[in-house]
């Protein structure tokens, strides 16, 4: 069965303090894995979008990577006006132009 | 451009009256998607649409009935609420995908069934 699992549920990182975030996949024929941000009360908002396995991508204090089965979205030196959801999401052979989403990772940095 | 908007941003139905959430997008896409966010679920697509005259049923269309009439407009139809419905609800719109584009979505609207 066709799958989009992120961890954690929820993590909480004090102002500085590196870490990643996971989003596991189990499609077939994937066509794009998506980040996106959404903060509390808002709608998500998009980061990146990855294609093939081994390709990266940065924006600030946010990298995103991809291999066959997972992305990692790295935050480096993470400040508080980083905490938000990080959604991912997939684009796969048997969704047409449709999407399916993960659960999210719930960020809090703390100053 | 405003992007993708929603009317209203909250609302409070009883069970078995009727509403519907309007969808507006001024960036001329093809694309257009309802979801819905529940705690711990992400979000689920209800229906979606490929361009204006056309809908599809998603993941979880029932309950539910949409129109495109017009390009710019996707409308999302509740006949007759049920609590199970209380639910965040989100609009998407997307170009034709040359690529696979991202989605970019509206504000949400915020739904409470007593």
């Known amino acids: 069965e066709d799958q989009v699992t992120q961890s954690p549920e929820a993590l909480r990182l004090q102002e500085g303090e590196s870490s990643s975030l996971n989003c596991s996949y189990t499609?077939?024929?994937?066509?794009?894995l998506f980040w996106y941000r959404q903060d509390p009360g808002k709608g998500p908002e998009f980061l990146f979008t990855?294609?093939?396995a081994g390709e990266e991508k940065e924006k600030e204090r946010l990298k995103a990577t991809l291999t066959k089965k997972e992305s990692f979205l790295h935050i480096t030196a993470p400040k508080p006006e980083d905490s938000a959801t990080y959604l991912c999401a997939v684009q796969a052979d048997n969704y047409g132009q449709n999407f399916v989403f993960g659960p999210g990772t719930r960020l809090s940095v703390l100053p | 451009n405003a992007g993708v908007t929603q009317t209203p941003k909250f609302r409070v139905l009883k069970t078995g009256q009727s509403m519907t959430l309007l969808c507006a997008q001024d960036m001329n896409h093809e694309y257009m998607y309802w979801y819905r966010q529940d705690p711990g679920m992400g979000l689920r697509l209800i229906h979606y649409?490929?361009?204006?005259?056309?809908?599809a049923k998603g993941e979880v269309p029932d309950g539910y009935n949409v129109s495109r009439l017009k390009k710019q407009n996707f409308l999302l139809g509740l006949e007759s609420a049920a609590p199970s419905q209380t639910s965040v609800y989100f609009c998407?719109?997307?170009?034709?995908?040359?690529?696979?584009?991202?989605?970019?979505f509206g504000p949400g609207t915020r739904l409470t069934v007593l």
């Open positions: 998407a719109s997307r170009q034709i995908p040359s690529g696979y584009n991202e989605q970019f």
């Open positions: 499609v077939s024929g994937l066509r794009g």
């Open positions: 990855l294609y093939s």
């Open positions: 649409s490929v361009g204006e005259g056309t809908t």
